[in-house]
């Protein structure tokens, strides 16, 4: 089954992009939990985080500056280098 996922930034025509790939389990590997700086957005990667150590899951944690503006360049590159996966939250 195909899925479109559209982009909420206002482009007039949407990119077309690959899927990531994903790993078949997590065992071994590190999960980046990235909250956006949005209303209780913690809350929601505190119970994440509780769920992934429980099950023997190493788990890293970072915050953009502002939920108004991309994560900085310094900060994607330090999740790219220490993790394998990315958990992003977006609750309010």
């Given at each position: 089954?195909?899925?479109?996922?559209?982009?909420?930034?206002?482009?007039?025509?949407?990119?077309?992009?690959?899927?990531?790939?994903?790993?078949?389990?997590?065992d071994g590997r590190t999960v980046?939990?990235?909250?956006i700086a949005k209303a209780r957005?913690?809350?929601?990667?505190?119970?994440?985080?509780?769920?992934?150590?429980?099950?023997?899951?190493?788990?890293?944690?970072?915050?953009?500056?502002?939920?108004?503006?991309?994560?900085?360049?310094?900060?994607?590159?330090e999740i790219a280098t220490r993790?394998?996966?990315?958990?992003?939250?977006?609750?309010?």
């Amino acid at each position: 089954m195909a899925r479109v996922l559209l982009d909420p930034t206002a482009e007039t025509r949407p990119d077309t992009r690959e899927r990531a790939t994903r790993p078949d389990t997590l065992d071994g590997r590190t999960v980046g939990l990235l909250d956006i700086a949005k209303a209780r957005g913690d809350v929601f990667l505190d119970r994440i985080e509780e769920h992934l150590t429980a099950h023997g899951l190493r788990v890293e944690r970072f915050r953009k500056p502002t939920f108004t503006k991309p994560a900085p360049i310094d900060l994607r590159h330090e999740i790219a280098t220490r993790c394998d996966v990315v958990i992003e939250a977006l609750a309010d």
